[in-house]
């Protein structure tokens, strides 16, 4: 009758959909999910039931303040309304995760539920008091004799109260062998290894599913049990397909319905936004508008409408992306940047009849303060039980499982961190390794694989993964109701203080057809909101994003050289590698080259064709000549899903719908029976064309490649826009572009260390972290970057702040004493290299820091000062770059590998720089700092490694085998030596690697890994 599965937080240990698999597979024809203190898992659970033709019901096992448990469950609508709105107010209050209730809480919302308890018998009493013939005597049997015991006592009770009994088996897991996962979900739980867990842990495996003849078998004695559980299953009337919900409505102006107020501002924006108002662009606002009033879809619109209103009104910049870059009512109403009419932009790629669901907007906004006031403006709107962010499930990966499931078996912390890591770097990159290959690893670090804790241990991290750990918040999904919101799903609060959250994630929202509006924080909108007035303050110049010129000549020199660190969306290593070979002219050419390194492109094979062709080296082609008009800007090669919709439009006489209906069949890999369907009427359209088989075949192969992976053109035009004002800013701009980076960061694809070196061999002063000089955030300082002092590792932002409201400072004591700085943080600033402009160096300064975080205490306070003369020998130039690295992770100064140059020099190892001046083909040494591993799922796993020299940035091609063999060195060593084969071809320059050495001495560099 009853299950709990893994969303109930480490004491369930099956995902819902694999419970209602083996309820199929036994022929349960209902089941209730309750989860502890929640409804988390009830969407993936009705949708798994629902495809089954199983009955899914609704409740959930609340913990009692007065301790203890109380199981509800869902009878009707107003039931499940109640049970929302007790959670909510249950978890209001409390910590993260520790919702509490109390009988007079729940009396508050009894109507439409039913309570099933096992407890003593005062506690049933005041249960059956509560829940007026709702109440049901639970009975579990699983072969325990205190268990019958309690079973006996709860029969007497239920005769004597004349309440029902119910028979379940309190399920913990689908199957008997599942078991195993559950007791270290147990351990995990209660902070216990399984060897001290003792009763903790369930004396044998009996709650799995049981079918109906096992639980016949089990309660013969008490049929009346059995046959109570199946009337009960059919008096619970209740399934998540009657929600409910309902979008908010927009306050209107009086007169004004949702669609006449829409069609007024779209129109009057339209007459500021197209210029000019063409013929054409007026019919496709028509046309749009007549199918979002046929939709009822005004209200969202004019929903997110206010929303960039409010960004606009309080200097946010603010951009829609995604499909909703297609609609020119959107562009009309100022919520995206791009003229989808100008770029020939397919509206059905958004919205059309036959999709049968909401349209997706996503608005990104600058990380931190700004896009906070955005997420508030919401809650404010909609008020505290009308909108919520959508949760964020956070699931058992690599390291987190390996590391809990050592701990849980018994190992030692030391050898569930080594675990950990080891099982990090076996799982290295997007390419999942197979179970068999970890012994090996295990073995290389000193673990016997034929020990049975260490087969344990091999299985069950493997089991564990993808089980939820918590429930986090989404970066930005926010979900608004009219009415109440916690009546459609329980609300709870946010670590995060002002926030409130759902129990359910994106696609659950989805799936259940709740809107949800993407309010995201995109790090690059934050750089370039605060180097726009640092230009104007700085340099007298005002800058209009809007407004840049299109052509300028020194952003694509840039991008045509891939000088492009820092750039929005085309600083990775495939895109440096690419953009040589795109070699842009034109804005559409960033277009292009935004969408092209993707997934799509890439296992299509749609790359080398289009950059041969883009090369002059094969001549332009397409599969029919009804095509070319589709496919000329691409050059017969198809890179976006809007082309992709528009070949079964021209090819097959798809309509805009049929067409999104087969990307969406083939996308996201429905039935083969729908797939086979739609290939066949994409197939006899093509036919009734005149298309021939060969180019038939060409067709519906790009379709298929795409289909899952192809970029939109409306998301790529959006980022290529931020891609330019980026490379623009960097290219006019360089200071305010790093001090506004260095502050947004971390975002983008490199670490600062990296950013500051790629400053300065662009001619930008960047001046070292001071307590004199230095605010918490850089600034821009005589034309160049002075660092903050946020870089320094474990200084408090308090302390920052306050030295920088303090300044300047006479010496040591003086800052020690007007800060009130302990002699941790003085020490991390004196290491850091901060004290010098009061003219110490680094022994000299932490010399001086022991000795001025000390008081001398009443005893010595009038003994002389001790001299401030420090005994120590300085560093040398090499430990200062150490002692940066240990202390920042960066360094204004030499760059690490400079001062391993002369040595390297001996050793014919060449720099990045004078890579590029070698022939191709030339056997060669390079050597760097790591500051970037990828291993893409697309690359037949082939691994890419990223070296930074003081010269510039070198990449390294590594074959799978040489991975598999060197492992331990590439994923571990801050700095190598790579010897191999020189690619230097069509502007791109690569090693092939063959042979690696460690650069020792090299000391903590910060990388980027795809882990």
């Known amino acids: 009758m009853r299950v709990a599965s ?15 698999d083996q309820a199929a597979q036994k022929d349960v024809p209902a089941m209730a999910l309750v989860d502890t203190n929640g409804v988390y898992g009830a969407p993936r659970f009705y949708t798994a039931a629902k495809k089954a033709h199983i009955k899914a019901l609704v409740g959930a096992e609340l913990v009692l303040e007065c301790g203890g448990r109380a199981t509800a469950l869902v009878e009707n609508r107003t039931g499940y309304k109640n049970l929302c709105k007790l959670i909510t107010a249950g978890a209001a209050g409390k910590p993260k995760g520790e919702a509490r209730f109390t009988w007079e809480l729940i009396e508050q919302y009894v109507e439409g539920l039913h309570c099933l308890t096992r407890a003593d018998d005062e506690t049933v009493q005041k249960i059956s008091g509560i829940f007026k013939g709702r109440t049901h005597i639970e009975l579990q049997r699983h072969f325990i004799r205190e268990e019958e015991h309690h079973n006996q006592r709860l029969i007497a009770l239920a005769r004597r109260l004349r309440l029902p009994l119910l028979a379940t088996n309190a399920i913990r897991y689908a199957r008997a062998e599942d078991k195993e996962l559950h007791d270290i979900l147990t351990c995990i739980r209660e902070g216990q290894h399984v060897d001290n867990a003792g009763r903790l842990l369930g004396a044998n495996r009996e709650r799995y599913i049981k079918g109906a003849d096992e639980m016949s078998a089990l309660f013969g004695d008490l049929p009346e049990a059995l046959d109570n559980a199946w009337e009960l299953s059919q008096r619970l009337d209740f399934t998540l397909a009657n929600l409910g919900y309902q979008f908010p409505q927009y306050p209107l102006p009086d007169g004004e319905t949702d669609m006449s107020f829409l069609r007024k501002i ?33 209200g969202y619109f004019l929903i997110v409408w206010d929303i960039v209103q409010f960004c606009n009104r309080e200097k946010i910049l603010v951009q829609g992306r995604g499909s909703a870059a297609n609609s020119a009512v959107c562009y009309a109403l100022g919520i995206t940047a791009v003229d989808p009419v100008k770029m020939e932009l397919l509206f059905e790629r958004f919205l059309s009849e036959e999709r049968g669901e909401w349209p997706d907007i996503d608005l990104d906004l600058p990380s931190g303060d700004q896009r906070e006031k955005a997420i508030q403006h919401v809650y404010q709107t909609y008020g ?40 990090g770097a076996w799982h290295f990159g997007e390419i999942r390794e197979t179970i068999e290959s970890m012994g090996e690893q295990l073995a290389a670090i000193g673990f016997d694989p034929a020990d049975l804790r260490v087969q344990h241990f091999m299985r069950l991290q493997t089991q564990i993964q993808n089980l939820p750990r918590h429930l986090g918040q989404h970066s930005g999904g926010m979900v608004m109701a009219r009415g109440r919101l916690d009546e459609v799903v329980p609300l709870e609060p946010a670590t995060m203080p002002g926030r409130v959250v759902i129990q359910w994630d994106k696609d659950d929202c989805a799936d259940l057809g709740i809107i949800k509006v993407d ?35 020194r952003v ?38 935004v969408a092209i390194i993707r997934p799509g492109p890439i296992v299509g094979g749609m790359i080398r064709p289009f950059f041969d062709r883009r090369q002059g080296k094969v001549p332009v082609e397409y599969p029919h000549p ?47 029976e729908r797939m086979h369907d739609i290939e066949g009427r994409l197939r006899g359209g093509m036919t009734k064309n005149g298309i021939d088989q060969k180019a038939q075949e060409q067709i519906v192969k790009s379709i298929t490649s795409f289909a899952l992976y192809g970029f939109p053109e409306s998301h790529a035009a959006s980022f290529a826009l931020i891609a330019y004002a980026s490379a623009y800013i960097k290219a006019h701009h360089p200071a305010a572009f790093y001090v506004s980076l260095l502050n947004a960061w971390p975002m983008g694809f490199y670490h600062p260390s990296t950013l500051i070196k790629d400053a300065q061999r662009h001619g930008v002063t960047v001046l070292p972290v001071d307590v004199n000089h230095s605010a918490w955030k850089c600034r821009w300082e005589d034309g160049g970057v002075r660092l903050g002092l946020r870089f320094v590792k474990g200084l408090r932002e308090v302390t920052g702040k306050s030295i920088e409201s303090a300044q300047p400072f006479a010496s040591t004591d003086d800052l020690a004493h007007r800060c009130r700085l302990r002699d941790d943080q003085l020490t991390k600033l004196a290491y850091a290299g901060a004290l010098a402009s009061l003219g110490l160096r680094r022994r000299a300064a932490l010399w001086q820091a022991a000795q001025a975080a000390r008081s001398p205490g009443e005893l010595f306070s009038g003994a002389p000062a001790p001299s401030p003369a420090s005994p120590l020998r300085e560093m040398s130039s090499g430990d200062e770059t150490l002692a940066d690295y240990d202390s920042m992770q960066l360094t204004t100064g030499p760059h690490l590998l400079q001062h391993f140059r002369s040595r390297l020099k001996r050793d014919n190892v060449i720099s990045a720089l004078d890579l590029k001046k070698l022939p191709n083909g030339r056997r060669v040494a390079t050597a760097g700092a790591v500051i970037v591993r990828q291993r893409p799922g ?31 060195l590439i994923v571990g060593s801050p700095g190598l030596i790579v010897e191999g084969i020189l690619q230097n071809n069509e502007g791109q320059c690569s090693v092939k690697a063959e042979k690696f050495w460690p650069l020792d001495g090299v000391g903590e560099v910060a990388s980027h890994d795809f882990h």
């Not at 039980?385 to 030692?412: C, P």
């Not at 909101?529 to 000549?553: F, K, M, Y």
């Not at 890419?944 to 991975?963: C, K, M």
């Open 938 to 968: 697309t690359a037949k796993g082939f691994v890419f490694l990223t070296l930074e020299d003081e010269t510039g940035i070198s990449q390294a091609i590594v074959n799978p085998a040489l991975f598999r063999e060197h492992r331990a």
């Open 6 to 20: 893994a969303f109930s937080f480490l004491d369930g240990a099956s995902l819902p959909e694999d419970l209602i």
């Open 556 to 593: 694509y020199k840039m991008l045509n050289e891939a000088d492009t660190i820092g750039m929005f969306q085309v600083e990775s290593r495939a895109q440096m590698a690419s953009l040589p070979r795109n070699a842009p002219k034109t804005f559409y050419d960033i277009v292009v080259q």
């Open 384 to 423: 505290v039980h009308g909108a919520a962010m959508t949760a964020n499930v956070i699931t058992y990966r690599d390291r987190s499982a390996a590391r809990e499931v050592g701990k849980a078996l018994g190992f030692s912390l030391e050898q569930a961190d080594k675990l950990s890591k080891c099982v």
């Open 519 to 553: 309010l995201l924080g995109l790090g690059m909108l934050q750089a370039l909101e605060e180097a726009i007035p640092l230009i104007r303050d700085n340099q007298g110049i005002d800058v209009d994003l809007a407004h840049l010129p299109q052509d300028d000549r």
């Open 266 to 298: 779209a129109w009057n924006g339209a007459t500021a936004r197209f210029r000019p108002l063409t013929g054409k662009a007026q019919m496709q606002i028509e046309k749009e508008l007549a199918m979002i009033e046929k939709l009822d879809l005004a």
């Open 626 to 672: 009804c095509l070319e008009p589709i496919l000329k800007r691409t050059l017969g090669v198809p890179l976006f899903q809007e082309q992709l919709l528009r070949i079964a439009m021209v090819a097959a006489n798809f309509t805009g719908g049929e067409a999104e209906e087969l990307r969406r069949a083939m996308g996201f890999k429905r039935s083969m």
